[in-house]
């Protein structure tokens, strides 16, 4: 608050775009031929490595809402969303472009920090951004990233890839995003409802590890890194975004499989737990089960590769098999009952922002 706020208009587009690729240059990237200030970027992929491209939109009223995230969590999260993805393909991120349609009360401020958020990625995840381009809408914000990665063709996990009888793993903890989000808006509700808001508090304080992991998540890219060094053999891989059992049945589907997965194996923060009962009156199970944006990564592999497992990460947990088609997608409960996660209707559990 009290920051400079700088119409973009009074800079235009092209002042914009200077102060905008001044954060994010140089480039220490040498197969970078021609970086921001062209028609088009280029660039030399690496011999014998495939590329992998993917591309995520986060619109503000459906992904973020910026009464409470910062420009730079949002910049950062813009990139993390792309580089989940490229972690579940085991590949390793090079380059990103963006375009950004930005509303009249985006200040140039508000802009640059969006950037200083990228530029930290790409420092942390070594990657460059090598293009971007920036609109004005009537509308809301919306970002959209393309990135571009690289890897070895062979190692490539697909969804489809899932085995019978294949171990189910899952890295990290599950639910904490969701649960941070139900603060967020918790406390944003209080305030709007304040009729004092000088001297409104949003009560953060015993809560800040699941808002952390909300707004400022981290792709798993640590964990495909070791997955490579030690060669593990990956049958199928998905990062979870939509939640664990949205994501689960992508990979079922895709691969002609059933699965069940233990409810006594699942890795839920305390927090979660915590936040789900005493703050929501609300089952933990589901945040865990449905709640997304955790940027884990869900993967299957063989029995023979659990041995490298073990030497993996300490974050890495089973948490079910593969089964055949027909015995479906289900969570055994700690008292052995079944519940079928596979029928679906968790949409209500999509927090829509506004
Ligand atoms: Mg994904």
Redesign the pocket.
């Known amino acids: 608050m009290g920051e400079t706020f700088t119409e973009i208009s009074q800079v235009g587009e092209f002042g914009l775009i200077a102060r905008l690729s001044e954060i994010v240059q140089p480039y220490r990237d040498s197969f970078i031929v021609k970086g921001i200030g062209d028609d088009a970027a280029v660039y030399k992929p690496t011999e014998g490595k495939v590329q992998v491209v993917t591309t995520d939109a986060l619109i503000e009223g459906v992904h973020f809402d910026l009464t409470f995230v910062p420009m730079r969590n949002l910049g950062w999260k813009a990139m993390v969303v792309n580089l989940?993805?490229l972690a579940?393909m085991l590949a390793t991120p090079r380059y990103a472009l963006i375009t950004v349609a930005i509303p009249r009360k985006i200040s140039v401020e508000m802009m640059e920090n969006l950037y200083f958020g990228i530029k930290s990625a790409c420092n942390e995840f070594n990657f460059s951004l090598i293009g971007g381009d920036t609109t004005t809408t009537f509308g809301n914000m919306a970002i959209s990233v393309t990135m571009i990665g690289e890897a070895d063709k062979d190692m490539i996990p697909y969804r489809s890839g899932a085995r019978v009888g294949d171990y189910i793993c899952v890295t990290g903890t599950l639910g904490l995003s969701y649960a941070g989000l139900k603060i967020l808006l918790r406390e944003k509700r209080k305030f709007v409802e304040a009729e004092d808001k000088q001297n409104f508090k949003p009560n953060f304080e015993p809560f800040l590890k699941a808002i952390e992991k909300h707004l400022k998540p981290m792709p798993r890219l640590d964990v495909a890194y070791k997955l490579k060094d030690l060669k593990v053999k990956v049958n199928s891989m998905?990062?979870i975004?939509d939640g664990l059992s949205s994501d689960l049945k992508h990979i079922c589907r895709q691969s002609n499989v059933g699965a069940e997965i233990y409810e006594t194996s699942l890795p839920i923060d305390d927090l979660v737990k915590k936040i789900a009962k005493d703050e929501f009156n609300e089952d933990y199970l589901m945040y865990a089960l449905h709640g997304g944006e955790d940027y884990e990564l869900l993967f299957t592999v063989s029995e023979s590769e659990l041995g490298k497992l073990n030497e993996l990460h300490a974050d890495v947990k089973i948490i079910g098999r593969i089964l055949d088609r027909e015995q479906g997608i289900k969570l055994i409960k700690e008292d052995k009952s079944e519940i079928d996660i596979e029928s679906g209707g968790w949409d209500h559990f999509k927090i829509k922002m506004s």
Do not use: C, L, N, R
Request: hydrophobic share 35%; glycine share 0%; charged share 35%.
């Open positions: 989940s993805d579940a998905i990062d975004s």
